[in-house]
Structures are given as structure tokens and as C-alpha cells.
């Protein structure tokens, strides 16, 4: 672990001592920066390769498909594809693509993922910060449960929701996002609240604030980032489900993927791999205009992270 | 708040529809482009009888719609009618008195006189009561061979397996595949089972299939089809796709000489624009045992509380097998009508080999309908890992295979 | 608020404990109830429907003596290990690069990050194109004149499991990335001062003073990434459909199928069983040495 074996590491350090003041040091141009951004293009292009693929793919008609090469351009460019996949797309009688099933989506999102990320970060928060005798068992089988393959819990939630007189109804199923989202997002919580400095939350308790105090004044704003986190997590798990939505709900209720697993995978048939492509385009669009948003927040973490000290 | 939930719906959706109608939620996996126009075909007639068909449709079969449908039924709030492969996969459904007795309507209908082959009805009746009604007929027993592919390769399209198998080493070097087979296990399991019946016969696939002969599946028979098995191994091992459909069109631009696959290839030759007998041929049976199974597909009815309802399942039952229904559907739907007495017509080529068969009675019970789909899958993951790794000798996958049948239910 | 006079003893816990009901019903209720019932059920014979036909271990003599589930354990714990140590690796390099106050940052997260946000169904298939052979990247490659490149990691039963991890990672270390990026934000301003005041370069104060800071996310990471690996399924489904032959299966799809395909509830929960003992057998201990003795606050 010597210093020498490290040139990039070298460099910093000497150019640092030119501006001890500043934050982390940032030159335009140098050779680190060129590493830096090389580096992150590179990736990104590996990362843009099957988006490239999947939106040449929509933009196609089924015989330049079948015959051309996946990664060639289109030659004729046609938006058919994703106009079929939102509204014509048919679901066995109902041909509205996509569309139909956007605000069951939307209904069964906002709730599931406010409901979940606010339970689960007061979560832990308690688990944190207000430690309680035979919290840890709790936790833990909270842990085990976030290996359990969901499949096989299906049937006795069945019967659970069932008893519960909840079943079919739009908010068993935000209950079931809630549980199934419970384990990992009180980890996440728990762990980020764990590193928070001890000091402010014995300095709040001195000058007399509560448990929901606390929570609401000082330890939600300083974690902004894990927010973004938790959000992204869910937004992107709720949004995708299939599973969960279909089971526990009634057709009327039935989010946008089950649509969209009606477009891509029909057992006969045609495969539109265009149409399929465009569906899982528009899909996505939801969590990844989430993402993009929240990256405003992220850079406010940055903000938070220098208040602390 | 789940009452309040529901009764708002229930008025909401009555409000639009007429007062004394029944609603009957119908969920099915029939998505593509046909197949709903095939499903509307069943709907529109429903309908007609004054009863408002809600579709439920989902698409992909086992693993999506199974937990769905036993999820529902089990908690209490079922869907009125639902799609099963028929066979012995509903089995244990109507043993917990979960499924309604359609009987009567059977009866009254006289499906007994008029279903082609009845051993489709013998796949829905459990102690002497009928559980489903079948609506079509698939069967799997089909070599569906490129002209174009034996064109380039300078050879006459062969008439059976047997030259076909000759012709591989011209497809070969005209640089073809000679058989295209995608990698999903139950293409596998079903090209062997299509095997079986053409090279081994009828009674062989019966011992087998149904008796679960144990001795048979291991005897110099079966060894015979497992020969041809390898040479269907060695004869597909380039094929690089998964889905059938792919496989299908390999056949159909000519890189591959054929295809062993279910009718429903039919679909995807029709599709491109290809015609029966000029750019492909159809060999029922490999053009060996002119024999073909009777698969198909199969509605059930889950019991429901509502009286009215419960009526509306009989008269949807029956609906489905009336003959402009049976007519209507299968046409859009690509597969045979399951009763004889209806117009066929509109059939090409294919389908009319096809009705030859049938009407002739040179049918077998499809696997499905003989063995439970536990042995199904033991059965598949054989066939998807002899077909896929050469090293898997014949001798070897024959005594696994005779191990499977031994122990089938 | 009962927050006036300091809160203490029981008080304190009070407020605690009524804010965790919900978590002690899940865990009780759901994940402790729901395993007991698999557990109990694993020794049945039931089929399509839970039945209460006794058959001893039966269901667990034919689990391991099934070619396709030791298959899917060895593919398992391939692919995890690698996943694992893979998508934690490019991960933290990511965030780190990331974290250098650089232009463009919201950018280059979201194009990192939005693989995770497009469905497995369709994403395992474009990766099927580009790892397929007769169009993907060995016909690219071929084309630029290199006629001899193999490359068809999907038809080849003796590294299908990479062709796999190749979309895995594309799929899964986004999030990672984002993990890290938060935790990194975590990090006080300061100490990174102090460490160059004291002439620390940048990458050894990562591995001695930031990482080991950043142990609680690295926690939270190593779960969410380990139980994602556990649960891999739909992706197996998308791209090789467990294929060629058996050489892709994994255990959640062993446990899936045989309760939905093969109709064998008994058997699919005799596997999950197995699958959960694992993971309690790894978990316990951990568990024991996070809350083990010390206390905090």
C-alpha cells in the first residue's frame, strides 16, 4: 500500500497543496479529469448500447425486423409502433394499448410508495435511535424476509387478506407493497440514520425535543439522499409489479403492466418485437422521469453533507 | 371499505349496461392479434344472448395465470369463467367442489352426440360429470418442411421423416439448418413425443403415455425413437433461437429445412404470405402414421354465490359450442372446431389434412390429458437437456426416461 | 407531545415501540407466519392446492436427488459470488467518480441508473439479441473482419451463466452506484480536508477512512444486492429460459416452477425451505455480531 504505486493519487495530492482551501479538487482539462470522464463515457456507452438497440427496434416495421441487422438505424422511420403500444395494443377485446391501465398505475403507486417510505423510515429511525428490547429480533426476521422469494408467499396472502376482508380491493394491494417493501427499505434507513452523528440527536434531546420531533426537524432533512434512494427503489418496484397487481386486485384495477405483459408475451402468434420495444419504452418512462427529477435532490445531499460538520 | 369499493363499482358498471343482464368476467391468455379477434368472436356471441362478456385477459399461460386464477378462486372472489389447457391440470380444482358441474347444460346441448373427437369431453368429465367446455382443437403432430431451403440444396422436398433425415447432409452443405427446434423445453418434450408416435405407433405412445408401461418406454421400441431423436439432436444442433416463432421462421425465409411444431406454426406461414403446398409442406404424422393429437383448449366455470350468475355460466357454456360460435372462433383462431357438423370451408390446405385425419378417427389423447403436469416437466427438462448437450447418450436419456415413467401419475 | 419533560425509561421506549407496531405485524405476521405455513406445507403431498397429506421427507429425498436443482444451486452461487463482488466493484468505482463534483453528474446517473427502471421481461430479451450469434456482436464483429470471433455466451451450456451476469450487471449496478453515491454524500466535507492537510493520497483515505465510514450502506447494499441474486428469476425467464438444456436454471425458478408449471406445491416449498434455511444459516450469525453486545445511543 505504498503511496508510489499510485501516479493519479500523486498528482492530487501535489496539486492540492496549491488550494488547500477548497473543497475536493476539480481542474478542467488535466489528465484525472480525462481519466474521469473517459472512464464514465465509456461505461455510459455500454450502458446506452441496449437502449440504442430497444428505440432503433421501436422505430422499425416488422420486415425491416426480420431482415435487418438489430443494430442498424431504421431506414424508413415510423412511430406506428408506440402509437400502437399506448393506444392500440390489444389486451383480448380491449384495444387501447397501453393507456388503459396509466392511471390504475398511478392509483396504486402514490399510495403504496408514500405509505411504505414513511413507515418504513420511521422504521428505522426507531430501530436506530431509540433502540428497544427484542427490536433486533424483529429486525431480523424483517431481514430473512427479504429473501424470500415472493412466489411462494402468494397463497397464504391470499388467505390473510382474505380474513382481513381486504382481498381484491385496491388497498390490500397497497398493503402488500408496504409489507413486501418493509424489509429492505427499513435496512436502508435504519443504516443511513445509524451513521447520522450521535451528537445532534443527544443535543436535540437536550433541549427537549421528541421522538417525532426529532425525526421531523433533524433527521429528515439531513437525508435527502437516502430519500432519493428509497424512492427510486420503490417507485421503480411498485411501477414494474405484475405480479402483486394482478393477483390481489379485480381487472377494473389493473395496473399498466399487466398490459404490457399482454404485449410482450402473448404464448401465440406474432411476436411485434417494435410494439414490445415501444411498451417497454413508455413503461419506463415513469421511473426514469423520476430519476431525472430526483437528481435535484441528490445534489442537495451534497448541501446537507456540508451543513453537518 | 372493500364493500364500498365494490358496490360503487358494481353500479357504476350497471348503470351502462342493461338492468337484468348478468356480468361474467372471462379470463383467458389469448392476446396476440388473432387470438383476440378470435376471443371477440366468442364475446360478441355471448353477448348477443343479453349478458355482457367482461375480459379479463392475460397473456402467458403456467407460471402468470395459474397462481391468478387458483389465487382468486381460493380468495373468495372468483372470476366467472377462466381458460385451461384441459387435461389433468384442473383435476384438483374440481375435486374441492371449487368448479361448477356443467352437466346439465351438457345435456341439454347434446355435446355427447356432437363433440369430435369425444375423448375431448373425456378430458373434462371427472366421476361421470362434465367440468369444461372445449372450444377447439390444436394438435402437435406436424413437419412443416421449406421449399426454398430444399431448392437451394438442390433436392426434392421429401414425403417423411425417413428422407427427410437422408436429406440433412445436402441441407447441410448448402449451408442450412436442417431442422430448426428452439431451446424451450416443451418444443423438446413435444418433438419427442411427435417422434413417438410416428415412428413407434399408436400403441407404443398409449403404453407409454397412458398405462405408464415402464417395461415399453424402456424396450427396443422406444430405443428406435430415441434413435431418431438423435437424429433430430444432430440435425438442429445449430439452431440458435428459443421461441418457436423464431424456429418457424427460419423455415419460413429458408435458412432452415423445417420444423417439427403444433398446427398453430400455420398461423406464422399465413402471416407471411406463404401458401400451403407451393412454399411449404405440411406432413401430419412426420408423413409416416398419419396420426394427430387432440389438444385444445378448454373453458372452466369456478362456482359462484350469485344465482344469476351461475345461470349465465350455463348459457356462456353453451354459447361456446354452438356451431356459428365454433365456427367463427376457430376460423380467426387457426385450430379445428371441436364438432364435425359444422361448414369448413374457409379451411386451406393444412387444416383440411388435418379434418381428414379426424374425420377418419386416427386420433391420440395429447400428453397432457394422460399424464399429470408434474411428470410433463420431469419430462421436458429431459428432453431440453438431450436435445441441447450431445453428450447425453441415447441409451443413457432412455432409462432416465423409463425412470420418469415408472414413477408418472 | 409527551416530549416536555425529558423522556425516560419506559417513555422513551413507548414512543419507539407504538411507531414500530407495523414493523413487528410484518415481520411476525407476514415473514415469521408465511414461512411457518411453507415449512409445514413442504411436508405434504399437495399439488395445485395446499393439502394436509402427510409424507414425511419425501419431497426433500426427490429435491436432492433432482439433476435440475443441483444444477440451479451450482449456477447460483456462480453467478451470486460474481454478481456480488462485480456489481459492488463497479458500483462504488462509479459513485466514486461520480462523487468528484464533476459537470454533467445528473446525466451520467440517470444513464447508469435507467436500466434498473425497464422491465426484465424485455430487457432479457434485447440482451438475447445482442449476445445471439447470428445477429448480435459475433456478427458484428465478424463483419469488421475478424472471421473466426466466437462470441455466443447464450448457446453454449458452459458459460451461459455469464452471458447472464453481463445483463445482470447492466440491470443491477445503477443502484449500487446510487447506494454508494448517497452513502459517499454522507460523508463529512471535512474529514476529507483533514486527510489531505495530512498528505493522505485520495484513494487510501477511500480505503481506510471512507469505506470502513461507509459500513452501514455497504450493509444495506450487500443485503438488497444478495437478495435480488437469491430471487433471480425473470431475467433466467427473459434470456435463456433456464437454457441450453438445464445449464441456466436457478433455484427461485426451480421453486416457481414447480409450483405453477409442474402443479407440486410440495415440492416448490420444500425447495423455498431450503432456500430460506440458507439464508437464516448466513444471517443468523450476522445478526449476532451487529447487535451482539455493544449498544448504541
Given amino acids: 500500500m505504498s503511496d508510489s504505486t499510485n501516479p493519479m493519487a500523486r498528482r492530487d495530492h501535489t496539486h492540492d497543496s496549491v488550494e488547500p482551501d477548497g473543497p475536493r479538487p476539480r481542474h478542467r482539462l488535466s489528465g484525472r479529469n480525462i481519466m474521469i470522464y473517459g472512464t464514465l463515457i465509456m461505461i455510459s456507452l455500454y ?8 428505440v432503433v427496434t421501436s422505430l422499425k416495421g416488422m420486415p425491416e425486423i426480420r431482415l435487418g441487422s438489430i443494430f442498424a438505424p431504421p431506414v424508413d422511420i415510423t412511430f406506428e409502433p408506440w402509437v400502437k403500444a399506448w393506444s392500440g395494443a390489444c389486451t383480448g377485446l380491449n384495444c387501447d394499448g397501453l393507456s388503459r391501465g396509466f392511471w390504475n398505475s398511478v392509483q396504486i403507486l402514490v399510495p403504496s410508495t408514500l405509505l411504505s417510505i414513511a413507515i418504513a423510515s420511521v422504521n428505522g429511525y426507531a430501530l436506530a435511535n431509540w433502540r428497544f428490547r427484542g427490536a433486533d429480533v424483529f429486525f431480523t426476521i424483517l431481514i430473512i424476509g427479504a429473501f424470500i422469494p415472493y412466489q411462494v408467499m402468494i397463497y397464504p396472502i391470499v388467505i390473510l387478506l382474505r380474513e382481513m376482508g381486504l382481498y381484491g380491493s385496491l388497498s390490500g394491494l397497497v398493503l402488500v407493497h408496504t409489507v413486501f417493501g418493509m424489509p429492505i427499505l427499513t435496512l436502508l434507513f435504519r443504516n443511513y440514520f445509524t451513521s447520522v452523528p450521535v451528537e445532534l440527536f443527544k443535543a436535540a434531546r437536550v433541549d427537549g425535543a421528541g421522538f417525532w420531533r426529532i425525526y421531523l426537524s433533524i433527521m429528515l432533512p439531513m437525508s435527502l439522499p437516502i430519500f432519493v434512494v428509497a424512492m427510486i427503489l420503490q417507485v421503480t418496484g411498485i411501477w414494474n409489479d405484475f405480479l402483486f397487481g394482478v393477483i390481489y386486485t379485480r381487472p377494473e384495477n389493473y395496473p399498466m403492466t399487466v398490459q404490457l405483459n399482454n404485449i410482450v408475451n402473448s404464448v401465440q402468434g406474432v411476436k411485434e418485437y417494435n410494439v414490445n420495444m415501444a411498451a417497454t419504452l413508455l413503461t419506463g418512462a415513469v421511473p426514469l422521469l423520476v430519476y431525472f427529477v430526483s437528481g435535484k435532490l441528490f445534489v442537495r445531499g451534497i448541501a446537507a453533507g456540508a451543513v453537518k460538520g | 371499505m372493500h364493500t364500498t369499493c365494490k358496490a360503487l363499482f358494481v353500479s357504476a358498471v350497471i348503470g351502462a349496461s342493461s338492468a337484468s343482464a348478468a356480468e361474467l368476467e372471462v379470463t383467458h391468455w389469448w392476446t396476440s392479434g388473432g387470438e383476440a379477434a378470435a376471443v371477440a368472436e366468442l364475446a360478441s356471441a355471448f353477448n348477443a344472448t343479453g349478458n355482457t362478456w367482461v375480459d379479463g385477459a392475460i397473456a402467458g399461460s403456467g407460471s402468470t395465470a395459474r397462481p391468478i386464477m387458483i389465487s382468486r378462486i381460493t380468495g373468495g372472489d372468483p372470476m366467472a369463467a377462466t381458460q385451461f389447457n384441459h387435461g389433468r391440470q384442473a383435476e384438483e380444482l374440481v375435486e374441492a367442489g371449487l368448479m361448477r358441474d356443467l352437466t346439465d347444460i351438457a345435456e341439454a346441448e347434446g355435446w355427447k352426440d356432437v363433440v369430435h373427437p369425444i375423448s375431448l369431453l373425456d378430458a373434462c368429465t371427472i366421476d361421470g360429470r362434465i367440468y369444461c367446455a372445449p372450444v377447439n382443437i390444436h394438435s402437435w403432430q406436424w413437419l412443416w418442411l421449406s421449399h426454398k431451403a430444399f431448392e437451394d440444396a438442390g433436392i426434392p422436398v421429401p414425403t417423411n421423416w425417413d428422407d427427410y433425415v437422408k436429406a440433412a447432409p445436402a441441407l447441410e452443405a448448402a449451408g442450412k439448418i436442417p431442422l430448426a427446434m428452439g431451446q424451450q423445453s416443451w418444443q423438446s418434450a413435444g418433438a419427442f413425443s411427435v417422434l413417438m408416435v410416428a415412428i413407434a405407433g399408436k400403441e407404443i405412445y398409449e403404453q407409454v403415455y397412458a398405462d405408464h408401461d415402464a417395461e415399453v418406454a424402456a424396450g427396443p421400441d422406444i430405443a428406435r425413437v430415441f434413435k431418431a431423436a438423435d437424429d433430430a439432436r444432430k440435425m438442429s444442433k445449430d439452431t440458435k433461437v428459443q421461441d418457436w416463432n423464431q424456429a418457424t421462421n427460419m423455415v419460413i425465409t429458408g435458412q432452415a429445412g423445417g420444423q417439427i411444431m403444433g398446427d398453430w406454426a400455420q398461423g406464422e406461414f399465413q402471416i407471411a404470405g406463404q401458401v400451403a403446398g407451393e412454399d ?18 378448454a373453458f372452466y366455470f369456478p362456482v359462484m354465490d350469485n344465482e344469476e350468475q351461475s345461470e349465465a355460466q350455463g348459457v356462456l357454456a353453451a354459447t361456446m359450442l354452438k356451431p356459428d360460435t365454433q365456427v ?10 371441436v364438432r364435425s357438423d359444422v361448414n369448413q370451408e374457409a379451411a386451406n390446405d393444412c387444416m383440411r389434412k ?5 374425420a377418419a378417427g386416427n386420433t391420440i389423447p395429447d400428453t397432457n390429458q394422460l399424464v399429470s403436469p408434474d411428470t410433463n416437466s420431469q419430462i421436458e427438462d429431459l428432453f431440453s437437456e438431450f436435445f441441447n448437450d450431445s453428450s447425453i447418450t441415447v441409451e443413457d436419456a432412455q432409462s432416465r426416461f423409463a425412470d420418469i415413467v415408472a414413477d408418472a401419475d | 407531545m409527551p416530549g416536555d419533560a425529558r423522556p425516560k425509561g419506559i417513555f422513551k421506549n413507548l414512543t419507539a415501540k407504538i411507531a414500530a407496531i407495523p414493523m413487528v405485524l410484518t415481520a411476525m405476521v407476514v415473514f415469521l407466519g408465511c414461512s411457518v405455513w411453507t415449512i409445514v406445507y413442504s411436508f405434504t403431498s399437495s399439488k395445485l392446492l395446499p393439502k394436509t397429506r402427510w409424507v414425511g421427507l419425501d419431497q426433500y429425498e426427490r429435491l436432492w436427488g433432482s439433476r435440475r436443482w443441483l444444477v440451479s444451486i451450482e449456477n447460483l452461487a ?12 463497479i458500483g462504488f468505482m462509479l459513485a466514486a467518480l461520480l462523487d468528484q463534483k464533476i459537470r454533467f453528474e445528473n446525466t451520467f446517473r440517470s444513464i447508469l441508473l435507467y436500466p434498473f427502471a425497464l422491465s426484465f421481461i424485455v430487457t432479457g430479451l434485447v440482451w438475447q439479441w445482442i449476445l445471439n450469434p447470428e445477429f448480435g456482436v459475433q456478427n458484428i464483429v465478424r463483419a469488421m473482419g475478424f472471421e473466426n470471433f466466437i462470441f455466443d455466451p447464450l448457446y453454449n451450456a458452459d458459460i ?3 452471458g447472464v451476469l453481463i445483463a445482470g450487471l447492466w440491470q443491477g449496478t445503477g443502484l449500487v452506484m446510487c447506494l454508494m453515491l448517497a452513502g459517499l454524500r454522507g460523508i463529512d466535507e471535512d474529514i476529507w480536508k483533514a486527510a489531505r492537510v495530512d498528505g493522505i493520497p485520495t484513494w487510501k483515505t477511500y480505503v481506510l477512512i471512507v469505506i470502513p465510514m461507509m459500513r452501514p450502506v455497504f450493509i444495506t447494499t450487500l443485503v438488497i444486492i444478495t437478495s435480488g441474486i437469491i430471487k433471480l428469476y425473470d431475467l433466467i425467464v427473459a434470456q435463456t ?4 438444456g438445464l445449464a441456466s436454471e436457478v433455484p427461485a425458478k426451480y421453486v416457481y416452477d414447480m409450483m405453477f408449471l409442474s402443479q407440486n406445491l410440495g415440492q416448490g416449498f420444500a425447495a423455498s425451505t431450503m432456500m430460506l434455511l440458507a439464508v437464516v444459516i448466513i444471517i443468523i450469525p450476522w445478526a ?10
Fill in chain 2, 354 to 358: 388435418g379434418l381428414e385425419i379426424l
Fill in chain 3, 160 to 162: 451461459v451463466i455469464y
Fill in chain 3, 78 to 89: 456462480i453467478y451470486g459470488i460474481l454478481a456480488l463482488v462485480l456489481s459492488l466493484m
Fill in chain 2, 280 to 297: 411449404y409442406t405440411c406432413l401430419p404424422g412426420l408423413g409416416v402414421n398419419q396420426i394427430i393429437s387432440t389438444s385444445g383448449d
Fill in chain 2, 328 to 337: 367463427a372462433f376457430n376460423l380467426k383462431k387457426g385450430s379445428l372446431p
Fill in chain 3, 241 to 244: 429460459g433456464g437454457g441450453p
Fill in chain 1, 47 to 54: 450502458y446506452l448500447l441496449p437502449l440504442y438497440v430497444m
Fill in chain 3, 288 to 297: 449476532y455480531l451487529e447487535f451482539g453486545g455493544k449498544r448504541h445511543v
